[in-house]
């Protein structure tokens, strides 16, 4: 699952042409760009817009306050910040974790460079954290397949030996080996997972996917069957060492799968296909990019080391990068820039301290401070640098203790553990006075298919009831007959 887009795979990539070379926004999993206006700069992305065109829901503040009443715990900095901003059907997810019933988070990587960038890391630090809130599985897809396809150069030896590097720097994230499995596509298809993957290819029509990928007759068909192996990898039947062998209860188990806005194209038609043949739907949570070095609008490349801070660099490279490449929102001079104020909202300093810096006080008073013109571009870049280094040490001294076996015990296939809810509290309906009631210590609620069991259960007592009935007056009946016919003799 290619949570990021590699730019270097799409230029060797016979893409059809979109809109990504006009003036209009295109972000999909193969093309990301805000467009550009009229005298051809560059434009941020609209994430208002991509909600109204997807279809999703905005991730509110009811939404966010049912969370942290349910789990306990403050919303990352990244749902609290708007970095983390739409969904599909996260409130659902809410509803199973309230109600103690399974489900499990689902995220991937497309393999194709030797070091990931702090960009990368967005989706998984997310990832993690929900992983250790929820206390669910994860399973994480390593689409080397998606990389070969998509490359007119990549052999499958590279974008193989790319897996192990790119394990190690997930795992350094800081994931629950008891809790998580991570696997290549090359490696695990087959078995329960293909039965799935061609379960929902034979949904899929070429015209469905021309229409959702933009793909055209010049496109290899490897490609075009890619989706159904990313959308198969959110059912949890493709799992039996994990969810079990038994598919009438693993198809219920739907993923959450917290990904960037671009993937969403994948799972709509993983979703229209799993509610046709009685899959649980996958759940979304979407996230905005981190705009690359050069500002809004832009998006951090592997390939460009100039677009990025990656988690290999040095705290002087780091310092080089931002100083030499980060776009500012500072005004010419200083006389100016202490007059008029920066704009934070396409200075690339204070946006990766959106993402990075924890503190929420912290970082109001240097929005503050910097709009103001008492802050100079200059001193934000110096706490940018400070905070970036921090990130990446800390992740460097974590991924130097990643080894080989480390990598192997991780995709190993093997039962996980975990517990889920600790505070759910089950709901036991009882019968008092032919009404329903909540069992001791629950709030009163029940879920649909308990109320319909319990309908169908005062059914059938009415009906025994009934029977009961007809016969005791059918024998009061017949007695009453005999004792009139003994009278008579």
Known sequence: MATNVNAEALKESPIPEVAAHTGKQTVDPYNVSGGVDANGVQLAIDYSKLIEEFGTKKID?????RFERLTGKKPHRFLRRGIVFSHRDFELILDRYERGEPFFLYTGRGPS????HVGHTVPFEFTKWLQDTFDVPLVIMLTDDEKYLFSEKRTIEEVQGYCSTNAKDIIAIGFDPAKTFIFSDFDFVGGAFYRNIVRLSKHITLNQARAIFGFNESTNIGRIHFGSIQGATSWASSFPHIF??????????????????DQDPYFRMTRDVSARIQHAKPSLIHSKFLDALQGPGTKMSASVDESAIFMKDTPKQIQNKINKHAFSGGKETEEEHRRLGGDTSVDVSYQYLRFFLEDDDELEKIRVSYEAGELLTGQLK???IRELQAYVSGFQERRAKVTDETVAHFMDRRPLQWVGNPRVTIVVPQIVDGEAAAGEGGDGKMTKNQLKKLEKQKQLEAK???????????AAAAAAAAAAAGKEA
């Open 244 to 261: 079990g062998a038994d598919e009438k209860k693993t198809t219920k188990i739907p993923a959450l799968i917290p990904c960037a806005i």
């Open 464 to 474: 025994k009831l009934q029977k009961q009935k007809e016969k005791e007056e059918a």
């Open 61 to 65: 503040q009811p939404l966010l306050e």
């Open 382 to 384: 110096a706490i940018c």
């Open 113 to 116: 460079s030797d070091s990931v």
